[in-house]
Nanobody
């Protein structure tokens, strides 16, 4: 079993920056794919970014590519999402997820989920 806890969400003005953290506990492994996904009110959960177990490979949704950066510190069992140039359309609950997945962009492929952290971007 793996437990994931997100933190770092909050209110920020458009154009600002925010860093989210995801702390993992329980049984974890460097082979887990770690990812961030988000869900706005009334919308489906969507993929944001993923990172391989070693951290050598990353993948981003087109809407955030160039603005967001995912990273991980395996010694701390922690994954980060650095968000820059935030836009109002980035407003959502952001979830941390983990699993041994092949297609990282499919939300249902992940086995473990955090409770989410709210990110609100004002205009």
């Amino acid at each position: 079993q793996v437990q994931l806890v997100e933190s770092g969400g909050g209110l920020v003005q458009a154009g600002g920056s925010l860093r989210l953290s995801c702390a993992a506990s329980g049984r974890t492994a460097n082979t887990y794919i770690m990812a961030w996904l988000r869900q706005a009110p009334g919308k489906d959960r969507e993929f944001v970014a993923a990172i391989s177990g070693s951290g050598a490979s990353t993948n981003y949704a087109g809407s955030v590519n160039g603005r967001f950066t995912i990273s991980r510190d395996n010694a701390k069992n922690t994954v980060y999402l650095q968000m820059r140039s935030l836009k109002p359309e980035d407003t959502a609950v952001y979830y941390c997820a983990a699993g041994r997945v092949v297609d990282t962009v499919i939300p249902y492929n992940y086995d473990y989920w955090g409770q989410g952290t709210q990110v609100t971007v004002s205009s």
